[in-house]
């Protein structure tokens, strides 16, 4: 079956736009994650999805950074005022239910602030 | 919280070597660790998982890591690295996964 998904694969914006950042995943996973990789580092979690509520969202850096996911299945990461410090490849995962379950990730998004 | 930590950052073997990462944790209770891998140009995936149980998990690709509670380690190991295992190579415990820096494993052919 399809795995995660994430559009755009690629996004260049400039310092102070907005962006928006989608993730589909995995059909029937109830538990959805976003994380942010920078170069050389491990993922660094941002928020998680239980269904349609944000069941964690202590990993995001600051205001600027929202996530939704209005009917429990695609969600968006949205990032306002974007700075050069926000580029990263941000990744998505989804998992039958949150806690114990292998996370199956996506490709990620690798958004460069000029 | 949960946390783990991986010593080694940057590791470079000749294929057929035998390979064994670090990974410590520093928490107590119930004690779940994965390893994942990423493979250059590709998507995290699980490699493989210890929830309880045999101490020695086996995992894809002829890995296998053992949870050692009095060293509080859970090390991949591999008798014999291959080329395709040049990767960056994860510990981290479930739920909001909390991945470390990583190890960055290269084999020379």
């Known amino acids: 079956g399809a795995g995660v998904s994430q559009t755009p694969s690629n996004k260049v914006t400039e310092k102070g736009k907005y962006v928006e950042l989608r993730c589909d995943p995995i059909?029937?996973?109830?538990?959805l994650y976003w994380y942010r990789q920078s170069l050389g580092q491990g993922p660094e979690f941002l928020i998680y999805?239980?269904?349609?509520?944000?069941?964690?969202d202590s990993g995001l850096p600051n205001d600027r950074f929202f996530a939704v996911r209005p009917e429990g299945s695609v969600s968006t990461l949205k990032i306002q005022r974007t700075e050069r410090g926000d580029s990263a490849v941000y990744l998505c995962?989804?998992?039958?239910?949150?806690?114990?379950?292998?996370?199956?990730f996506g490709p990620g998004t690798r958004l460069t602030v000029l | 919280a949960q946390s783990v930590s991986q010593h080694n950052h940057h590791v470079i073997l000749s294929e057929a070597a035998s390979l064994e990462l670090g990974c410590n944790y520093s928490?107590?209770?119930?004690?779940?660790l994965f390893w994942y891998v990423q493979y250059p140009g590709q998507h995290l995936q699980l490699l493989l998982k210890?929830?309880?149980?045999?101490?020695l998990v086996k995992g894809i690709k002829g890995f296998e890591a053992e949870f050692i509670k009095s060293k509080f380690s859970f090390n991949l190991r591999k008798p014999s690295v291959q080329w395709s295992d040049t990767a960056e190579y994860f510990c981290?415990?479930?739920?909001?996964?909390?991945f470390g820096q990583g190890t960055t494993l290269q084999v020379k052919p």
């Open positions: 995962a989804s998992s039958p239910a949150a806690g114990f379950n292998e996370q199956f």
């Open positions: 981290a415990p479930p739920g909001k996964l909390i």
């Open positions: 059909s029937g996973h109830t538990a």
């Open positions: 210890y929830f309880s149980g045999d101490p």
């Open positions: 999805f239980q269904g349609t509520g944000a069941a964690d």
């Open positions: 928490y107590g209770g119930t004690v779940n």
